[in-house]
């Protein structure tokens, strides 16, 4: 006699996919389970083989039950040392890396403003000036800045420069004479260059926008959805409206360069329709737009609570519902839930949050490296500057104290190979501490993977080659029907 008991899983009792889905933690794979196997599942405490068996007998053959847990035993949902020794139709010497998306280049926001003309409640960076006087970075440094960037990421051969502030064309000046700089120094070192930069648009003269367009510059204008939403929360210094004046300035920008401009909203707790707020910013031209959840102490009043959690899963499932048959007929325009279902698809296994201090780093204006942007307030989180190149002790300190295994709170959640975390940045902010992740945000990651994986389950049902072509993959031990 034997004892059998589950693997580390999570069952998901789906609120749309007509079958349960369980979720194995360490491989990333998920299933979805007929009766027979959900209640063997159920079962898989510890209890002995044969009284698992018996207990079923009731209701199905002893030879269904006994195939059923070999099934589970192959897919390792279930352990026990007598049934290990069965072949696995998986192949576990081929498990994704551990790894987080984005790995494909080196990729650093140089801060080239610390100021700001507006004055945005939720802002990280203290109103533009990250808690320091304010000031703009000069040209050496900035120099010095991309050629510490490229001779950095010449083992990847792939450099993304972010101008970034507070609102970095405000240093405009600096902005057009350091991109030919870049590209001159890059063709030395055999990298390629690639420029973006994220602003709050309300300087977009036409002079700006020729530059942004002939440069190929990636740019992303911060807008808050509709007037209502963007003048609440950010505000000129004077205290005058916004909206007025970015949505003029976008609707301009993408007349002429649609391609080239994207718009990111932050979603508070006065309006918590994602849809409502992609749809309004496509009344102004923006074709690309990314909803992400404010970070913001819970005492705030514009915070997401854990009392607004029902409504905003509500909203999510309603849009993984829209973008779920969206995709079923046939549309390739990217929504909310493709990274979601992209990193379900590829099981990359994520041990931190994001690639701050690897691969994705900030450079203030004078010159210190940071983990992050939204981290280059705090001293601790600085990690070398661009004179003297980075410091490995440090970087490593990090780097261990923040894998998600190190993290208490996470060991025990089933999705921590997935979000590797979260946010640093968004932990502080919320519980003060860096190591301890928001709760809410937990919860609404998770849930959000919980419908992507439904969404990737009935979208394969019906046109296995949907997903596969979306995301350029093969469907390759995702999801299987047992």
């Given amino acids: 006699m ?16 007509s079958r349960p889905i369980v979720f194995h933690v360490q491989t990333g ?16 405490d510890g ?6 068996v018996f207990e079923l007998m009731g209701e199905y053959e002893r030879e ?6 070999k099934v589970l035993a192959e897919a390792d949902l279930i352990t026990e040392a007598s049934l290990q020794q069965i072949p696995t139709s998986l192949d576990k010497g081929n498990n994704p890396p551990e ?37 703009v970075m000069p040209p050496d440094i900035a120099r010095q800045a991309v050629r510490w960037a490229l001779r950095e990421a010449k083992p990847l051969r792939k450099c993304q420069i972010d101008f970034f502030g507070g609102e970095p064309l405000l240093n ?21 260059v690639y420029f973006g930069i994220a602003t709050n648009g309300t300087v977009l003269s036409a002079e700006i926008i020729e530059f942004l367009t002939d440069e190929k510059i990636q740019v992303q204008v911060s807008l808050d959805g509709n007037g209502t939403d963007q003048n609440r929360i950010r505000k000129f210094r004077d205290g005058s409206d916004t909206y007025d004046v970015v949505a003029e300035n976008l609707k301009i920008f993408t007349d002429r360069s649609p391609d080239r401009v994207s718009v990111h909203a932050t979603m508070t707790s006065f309006n918590l329709d994602r849809k409502s707020i992609q749809d309004s910013l496509k009344h102004v031209g923006a074709c690309n737009v990314e909803v992400a959840p404010v970070v913001a102490a819970p005492q705030q009043p514009y915070a997401l609570r854990e009392e607004h959690l029902p409504a905003i899963k509500q909203r999510l499932y309603e849009l993984s519902r829209y973008e779920a048959e969206r995709i079923l007929k046939g549309s390739h325009e990217r ?15 994520a041990c931190h949050g994001c690639q701050g201090g690897k691969t994705f780093m900030a450079v203030d204006i004078d010159g210190d490296i940071y983990f992050c942007s939204s981290l280059a307030d705090r001293p601790e989180f600085k990690i070398g500057d661009v004179f003297s190149g980075l410091d490995s002790v440090v970087r490593k300190k990090l780097d261990d104290l923040f894998h998600v295994d190190s993290r208490s709170d996470c060991r025990s959640c089933w999705a921590r190979n997935l979000c590797g975390g979260g946010c640093l ?12 992740p928001n709760p809410v945000s937990c919860e609404q990651i998770r849930y959000s993977y919980e419908l992507a994986m439904e969404m990737c389950l009935e979208i394969q049902g019906r046109d296995e080659t949907l997903l596969e072509d979306r995301f350029n993959l093969r469907w390759v031990d995702v999801a299987h029907d047992n």
């Fill in 29 to 44: 794979l998920f299933y979805s389970l007929d009766p027979l196997c959900e209640a063997i599942l159920e079962r898989c």
């Fill in 425 to 436: 940045y968004d932990a502080r902010t919320a519980t003060g501490e860096p190591a301890k």
């Fill in 2 to 17: 034997y004892s059998i008991t589950r693997s580390e899983v999570r069952q998901l009792k789906t609120s749309h996919y």
């Fill in 99 to 135: 790894s987080v998306a984005g790995q494909g280049s080196f990729h650093i926001t140089l801060h080239v403003a610390h100021t700001c003309n507006m004055n945005c409640l939720y802002c990280f960076a203290h109103g533009g000036d990250y808690g320091r006087p304010a000031g």
């Fill in 335 to 349: 929504g909310f839930f493709d990274g979601y279902m992209e990193r379900l698809m590829t099981r990359a296994k």
């Fill in 47 to 52: 209890r002995l083989y044969e009284d698992i």
């Fill in 172 to 192: 405009f000046g600096l902005i057009r004479e350091i991109v030919p700089y870049a590209r001159e120094f890059a063709d030395l070192v055999g990298v390629e």
């Fill in 64 to 69: 269904e039950v006994a195939e059923a847990i």
